[in-house]
């Protein structure tokens, strides 16, 4: 074999080895673009004396979620996205009447916001029993997101499991789809407890 044979060999080597290490370059960045940008949604059920009490969803991914669409079971009944609407029937009969905060398609919910889906202000114990048996037995909501890239998510406090996304689980646990999550064992700095379905029976 000359030795123009060999170097144009390992000329050939070495293109196709910088072509591989380039494609690879290329595609670690964008998975580092799309996890740098990945949002992740939590619902937490807060029920602390004194203060506003209800279900909050909080934002602790690294990008906006944009809300795709909702559902919401009363009951074990389907009545609808978690529009001004089904919030009213849902609050019906609560006085105070509970606060809502609605979600429709498009909704925008940046990195670190957290708001109440539903809140109750000043909660007692002894006078709200109806309020908390809505939020941990009655009430049931699903949100779908999606990140700026298009990665589609799920959060919800329902059991349900409907591949190929994943289900959180319903109160008062939520496990999530990224490793950045922090801890739900762990109480959250505003006293909230995170979802576990392991003391809610159906």
């Given at each position: ?13 070495i293109?196709?080895?910088s072509?591989?290490?380039?494609i ?6 964008q998975?580092?673009?799309r ?5 992740l949604?939590?619902?937490?059920v807060?029920?602390v ?5 209800g279900l909050?969803?909080w934002?602790?991914?690294l990008?906006?979620?944009?809300v795709?669409s ?7 009944q ?16 609560f ?7 609605t979600?429709v398609?498009?909704?925008s ?5 957290k ?5 109750l202000?000043?909660y007692t ?5 109806a309020?908390?048996?809505l ?5 049931d909501?699903?949100?779908?997101y999606?990140?700026?890239y298009?990665?589609a998510f ?12 994943i289900?959180?689980g ?8 990224l ?10 700095p ?6 576990d379905?392991a003391?809610?029976?159906?």
């Open positions: 074999m000359s030795a123009d044979t060999v170097t144009a060999i390992c000329a050939t080597v293109a196709v080895i072509l591989a290490v380039s690879y370059q290329v595609r670690s960045s998975r580092h673009n996890y740098a940008l990945r949002p949604l939590q619902i937490w807060a029920f004396p004194g203060r506003e009490a909050k969803i934002n602790v991914g990008g906006p979620a944009v795709t909702t559902e919401v079971w009363l009951d074990g389907y009545i609808g996205p978690w529009t001004k609407g089904t919030s009213r029937l849902v609050r019906t009969g006085t105070p009447r509970p606060r809502a905060h979600l398609e498009g909704t919910i940046p990195i670190g916001d708001a109440f889906l539903i809140g202000d000043n114990p002894a006078e709200h029993v309020y908390r048996e939020i941990e037995d009655r009430l909501i699903r949100i779908r999606k990140s700026l298009g990665e799920v959060v919800s406090t329902r059991s349900v499991t409907q591949a190929p996304e289900d959180f319903r109160p008062f646990r939520l496990e999530s789809q490793q950045q999550a922090p801890d739900p064992a762990e109480e959250s505003d006293g909230d407890e995170p979802i379905n003391t809610r029976h159906r």
